[in-house]
Structure formats: C-alpha cells, structure tokens
C-alpha cells in the first residue's frame, strides 16, 4: 500500500524531510526475487535481509549474484537502497558493479561481524547506524545526502548489534501473554526507512484462524536461543484484532485502525524506541 506523506494534514513519520515522499509497505517475501538493477546494469535479484534486532530496521539487503561474485555474499545496505518498484518487481540501487565487486568481501558462510561492518561503512564512506542512540546512529532517519549526517564522535560508546535473517526468524512460535497464539509467517518493510513496521502472524493453527499484524514496539522480548517471540498482548486481543490480507496490504486508515484496536500510539506520531528485550 502506498503512503504519501503529509496525507490527512498529518505527516506519516515524523521526519519532516519526507513531506511529499511517496512510501509503500512491502511483503519480504514479495521482495525476494526483486531484480536488483545498479547504476550500470543489473546484479542479480534480492534474497533475504539482515535486520538488527534493537530497531528491527533492515541494515542489509542479501543479494543472490548468480553466477558473479560467487563464495561471498553481497550485501547492499539501505543507503545505497533507492526504493523498491513492486510494478516492476525491481529495486534500484545507487551504485555501479565495479563499487559492489571492490567492496569488502564477506564469505558466503560467515556472519556478519563488526570488523566487516566497520570496513564496508568505511569503504563506502556512509556514517555507521551503531554509533549514537537512534535507528540511524544520530539520527532516527535514513539521511542520503552526506552534508546531514553526523559522524560518531570517538568518545561515543556504540551500541553492540545483533542482526538476524528475515529468513531465520520466519516460523518463530508467537507467545502472547496467556500462551502460544501462532508464529511469524512474514514481514511488512517500509521502502523509504527500510524498518520492519509490522510482523505478520499466521494464527490458523491454534483455530479457524486468520493472519494478523503485530509490531515490533508490542514485542516484550525475543529469545533467540529459544526462537521464541513473546509479545504484552493476550491472545483474545489478538484473536480479535483486524485481519491481514495479503492481496490489501494496510492502507493509513487501516493501520490507525489496527493500534486503536490495541490502544498503542501509532509509529508515525512519535520518535522511535527500542521495542524488546533480548534474551
């Protein structure tokens, strides 16, 4: 569904730099498979995404290179990301081959670490989201344009992140506060701060269910040992919330619907926090 921003006489976020942006939420699994097409010429087609699980905001889109650049994984961060076409079922990416085949190399059977991160950030010359205490270092926005962001100072402490794949945490057991209601069957990505706004849960095997959404700020906390995600809702509440549909996704009006139904602020009236607890 495509939002613009400033709808209704209201912002959608509350980054006024985005007044008369157009933003649409996407299903990551309708993403993977996009065509990825850089300054000169395609790379190959999205596959997965590493989220950090603090913000729940994508930091790499995994690109599946075929034939090119085989034995390592390619990762393209959300500031190279222009924006998704789910028309064209492409994403546009603002960097040429020769950038991605000269980028720090990270084995295809290697986690992601700090050390890589740190060399990729500095190879591209983009500030690191870790530094600071907002989603994007110093800022709760993904700044593109290099006169506004703001470097880390070297006595900033930064925050230790803990990324995770969209394809590892699909099918973790959903745990309300009086018992198991189900399990993450995808997720919903904003295209324009790349966050995850919206976990969808499918329901149906605990009754004649139905597919839900559930956002990240309403996560209690998340075992990763146990792949468990325990969320400050009951299950009759949920049982009772607004459907999912996968061929509607939410419009604005739907969405205010869904938090009015859970008494929760909406995300775009407010600064972002850091939704759960890690166990």
Do not use: C
């Amino acid at each position: 569904m495509i939002h613009e921003v400033g709808d209704d006489g209201a912002s959608w976020l509350t980054n006024p730099k985005l007044k008369g942006r157009t933003i649409m939420l996407h299903l990551a699994k309708n993403i993977k498979g996009y065509r990825l097409d850089s300054l000169n010429g395609e790379i190959g087609k999205a596959r997965e995404f590493y989220f950090d699980d603090r913000y729940w905001t994508v930091r790499y889109l995994v690109a599946d290179t075929g034939g090119w650049l085989t034995g390592r994984q390619v990762l393209i961060s959300p500031y190279a990301l222009v924006g998704a076409l789910a028309d064209e079922e492409r994403i546009e990416v603002n960097l040429t081959k020769q950038q991605i085949e000269d980028s720090p190399s990270l084995d295809s059977d290697k986690p992601v670490s700090r050390q890589f991160e740190e060399s990729y950030y500095g190879y591209y010359g983009w500030p690191v989201y870790w530094a600071g205490m907002d989603a994007w270092g110093y800022s709760p926005y993904l700044l593109r344009d290099p006169e506004e962001w703001v470097r880390s100072p070297a006595k900033e402490k930064a925050w230790d992140p803990h990324l995770r794949s969209s394809r590892e945490v699909t099918g973790y057991p959903i745990e309300a506060k009086d018992g198991e209601i189900g399990h993450v069957e995808d997720f919903l990505i904003d295209d324009v701060e790349w966050t995850i706004r919206y976990l969808v849960v499918d329901t149906r095997n605990w009754w004649p269910g139905k597919k839900v959404l559930i956002a990240p700020d309403w996560i209690e906390r998340v075992s990763w040992t146990d792949h468990q995600v325990t969320v400050n809702l009951t299950r009759e509440a949920i049982k009772n919330s607004p459907e999912f549909y996968e061929d509607a996704l939410p419009s604005r009006t739907d969405e205010a619907a869904l938090h009015r139904h859970y008494d929760r602020p909406g995300y775009w009236d407010r600064q972002p926090s850091v939704p759960s607890q890690i166990v």
